[in-house]
């Protein structure tokens, strides 16, 4: 397998070639992708089919495209140039040829997030005026074309045009989707940003067994998954890994088969990896927990010492990472949201390099920690601005944002606004040493109450714990005409008035110890998940919604579920104690109501659905929706959708 450098000594050297080349090119997605795929024995993909690993060249890809390209061009040929073309495909190296396709025939890409409600897609795709989309599976009420329907030509056609821009949705976690238009020009100047992300840092372009390896854990139509991973590692001509499902053992399984290197990815999953290997570590027995501990205290004391840290760091905790996802790892970045210093600190102590990153579908990527020292990675710094962006604060704590990479103009309810000088995040932030940048929070997070003062939920959340505790979220609710911050705290809908009592009088201990228990007003306690479905984050302005309109259903401790019934309605017993162990083996906790429901009830995320699909698709040969409605996310919904397919 070929992974060089272009003839090159050093990938240094062969980026800045590539950025040299380019920048002697018309600078258009034309010139972009003929400098990105120019090293054709490199291998861009890499996917398990079976038993087999299927690897795709840039040579094979590059051919791929511009065959594809000429075919759509001539579907297309009645609409103008530069019609916006919307992609609603997931991950894979189909997305990546598609992606390019609509660029290469002269039309400009509008990346469709898969997340986002269906409704909101709908109207997005009209008020964007989408003349036709391209998918792998969904139909829109806008004429659809199925990606494998598309029968390439037989020989590649040399395009020279391209479209001149593409569109970026936002995360959609803010009431208003927003489209972000970039042009070549944008994705030039994050590129040279890369560049000088691997002169000033080492770690990020660590190579094992002579590859670099990213796993296709982001979506590429979300900025962080376009510009962090596609743009950037495909300039440097390394190879993406697929990853058929989220459950966390094909994560780990894609890891150590295919020797990935760098992993991108947002808070939620770096926090469930956490959670997952401290759960291990302590069900070893108190003896290993404490040994654990001490090792913790050691690497926090010595693990900036140079060249004796990180070799006590990696010497230490090696079996740690073995059960976590092995020796091939060399770099992981966070971001999308802030993340505890606790899980950062947790993965830089055991022997891998955790670093926090900034960005937005409105600026792109515009800093990470390049620092190797792990006490600043630990500290949340998201770094300093990159080359092609500023950095300042405006009179309320803002992060402003300038810079010749962000959007150049931006579309949210159908008016178009010009790229601004300065880009108002509503991030607040802080640079303590005039160098490393931190993310405190968001302004619209923040609770005026009625004595006028400014509370920042981020500065108490992530210091409240408690076993029983699945999440908690501080927002502002009006209370006869005044502002209160009430202290929204899930738990599970078991819960006794007993354990009940304890953890409320556990967290007025905990937020006097903050200083912050005249601040809150009021606790509410609530038996749903904080964090819904196909979100990633906690959505603050939702969460202050559903408690202002009572869509919370609060913890009644009186109204405990009854143990499961009557077994007789089941009729195969065999099925229903196996979806009951599945259903305690993925949450951590026994579950004995059939129609708890996985995630509303019970707190699931996701991954742990992903894991438990994957285990019951194992053993039973069924497959099984991508998203999971009502009526399979609890045992009695799963029952019967498996009796019926069986029988």
């Not at 796993?215 to 440097?236: K, V």
């Not at 438990?612 to 497959?623: D, F, P, R, V």
């Amino acid at each position: 397998m070929n992974n060089s450098f272009g003839g090159y000594s050093t990938i240094n050297a062969y980026v800045k070639a590539k950025i040299e080349r380019f920048a002697s090119m018309e600078c258009s997605f034309a010139s972009l992708f003929e400098v990105s795929f120019q090293d054709k024995e490199n291998i861009l993909f890499e996917e398990s089919k079976g038993l087999r690993i299927i690897r795709t060249t840039y040579g094979e890809a590059y051919d791929r495209v511009l065959r594809y390209a000429g075919a759509f061009r001539r579907i297309t040929k009645d609409l103008p140039d530069n019609s916006v073309i919307g992609l609603s495909m997931d991950n894979g190296i189909d997305w990546i040829i598609a992606f390019w396709m609509i660029l290469l025939s002269g039309h400009r890409p509008l990346l469709i997030n898969l997340r986002l409600p269906a409704s909101a897609l709908e109207d997005i795709l009209s008020g964007s005026h989408t003349a036709l989309v391209v998918s792998d599976s969904r139909e829109y009420t806008v004429n659809t074309l199925m990606f494998g329907d598309i029968a390439p030509d037989n020989e590649p056609e040399k395009l020279s045009a391209s479209g001149s821009e593409l569109f970026v949705m936002s995360s959609g976690t803010s009431s208003h989707v927003k489209l972000c238009a970039y042009t070549a020009e944008e994705f030039f100047c994050q590129i040279k940003d890369s560049y000088y992300i691997i002169t000033k840092c080492k770690e990020i372009k660590k190579h094992y067994e002579g590859s670099l390896k990213l796993l296709t854990f982001l979506p590429f139509y979300h900025i962080f998954g376009l510009a962090a991973m596609l743009m950037w590692f495909s300039f440097f001509a390394r190879t993406f890994v697929a990853l058929p499902d989220m459950a966390p053992t094909t994560i780990v399984n894609t890891v150590r088969r295919h020797k990935v290197t760098h992993i991108f990815a947002v808070p939620l999953f770096w926090e469930k990896v956490y959670e997952q290997a401290i759960k291990g570590i302590k069900e070893r027995g108190a003896a290993t927990w404490n040994k654990f501990c001490k090792g913790m205290k050691l690497a926090k004391a010595i693990g900036d010492v140079p060249v004796v840290g990180d070799l006590f760091c990696r010497s230490a905790f090696r079996e740690v990472r073995e059960n976590i996802f092995g020796e091939s790892i060399c770099f992981m970045i966070t971001g999308g949201s802030r993340i505890s210093s606790e899980v950062l600190t947790f993965f830089n102590s055991i022997g891998y390099h955790l670093a926090d990153g900034y960005g937005m579908s409105e600026i792109g990527i515009t800093s990470v920690e390049l620092s190797s020292r792990k006490k600043i990675l630990n500290s949340q710094s998201i770094g300093e601005p990159l080359p092609s962006v500023e950095y300042r604060t405006g009179e309320d704590g803002g992060l402003l944002v300038k810079g010749k990479s962000i959007a150049r103009y931006i579309i949210e309810d159908g008016q178009v606004r010009p790229r601004e000088e300065w880009f108002a995040t509503r991030d607040l932030a802080v640079c303590d040493d005039g160098k490393h940048w931190r993310i405190t929070g968001r302004q619209d997070e923040l609770i005026v109450d009625a004595s006028g003062e400014n509370l920042n939920p981020n500065l108490i959340e992530p210091f409240l714990h408690h076993d029983l505790l699945k999440g908690v979220c501080i927002v502002g609710s009006e209370r006869n005409g005044k502002v209160i911050s009430v202290l929204v705290a899930s738990v599970d809908r078991h819960i006794t008035s007993g354990q009940l009592s304890d953890l409320k009088k556990s967290l007025r201990e905990q937020l006097d110890s903050l200083d912050a228990v005249t601040r809150i007003g009021e606790i509410c306690f609530v038996t749903d998940n904080l964090i819904k479905d196909q979100e990633f984050k906690l959505n603050r302005v939702r969460i202050a919604d559903d408690l202002a309109n009572g869509r919370f259903r609060i913890a009644d401790p009186e109204a405990i579920s009854a143990q499961m019934s009557d077994k007789t309605e089941f009729a195969d017993t065999e099925l229903l104690e196996t979806l009951r162990q599945l259903f305690a083996a993925a949450l951590g906790k026994e579950i004995n109501d059939p129609d708890a429901d996985f995630f509303v009830d019970e707190g699931g995320t996701s991954l742990d659905y992903f894991a438990l699909t994957a285990k019951l698709q194992e053993n039973y040969g069924i497959s099984f929706p991508n998203e999971a409605g009502s009526s399979l996310s609890t045992i009695r919904g799963l029952y019967y959708y498996i009796e019926e397919r069986l029988k």
